[in-house]
Nanobody, 124 residues
Framework: QVQVVESGGGLVQAGGSLRLSCVVS????????MDWYRQAPGLQRELVAT???????YYTDSVKDRFTISLDSAKNTVYLQMNSLKPEDTAVYYC??????????????????WGQGTQVTVSS
């Protein structure tokens, strides 16, 4: 069983910074890609940033040059460094892990896991 747990959310003033962490734990797995999503009240969940196991990254336009996603493969942890925060960044942030779970030699499956979310609130 694989678990995904986020941390690092909180209340910050506009212009401030936060760093979110997402730890993936369990037995016999490897990480393919990791995403950060966010969902503000009344809005759909949106993709914020992605990082592949090879280190390629993607950012939605509204966070480019402000947010940085990084992956520590040894710790199975993905980070989202958020700088120059704006009130419109207020949302619940979710980690979405795309993993490969190994059941044995040449026996595996790919699966996706959501974390429980962490609240980020930016005051004006």
């Amino acid at each position: 069983q694989v678990q995904v747990v986020e941390s690092g959310g909180g209340l910050v003033q506009a212009g401030g910074s936060l760093r979110l962490s997402c730890v993936v734990s369990g037995n016999s797995f490897t990480i393919n890609d990791m995403d950060w999503y966010r969902q503000a009240p009344g809005l759909q969940r949106e993709l914020v940033a992605t990082i592949t196991s090879g280190g390629n990254t993607y950012y939605t336009d509204s966070v480019k040059d402000r947010f940085t996603i990084s992956l520590d493969s040894a710790k199975n942890t993905v980070y989202l460094q958020m700088n120059s925060l704006k009130p419109e960044d207020t949302a619940v942030y979710y980690c979405y892990a795309h993993v490969r779970v190994y059941l044995g030699v040449n026996n595996f499956y790919d699966y996706d896991y959501w974390g429980q979310g962490t609240q980020v609130t930016v005051s004006s």
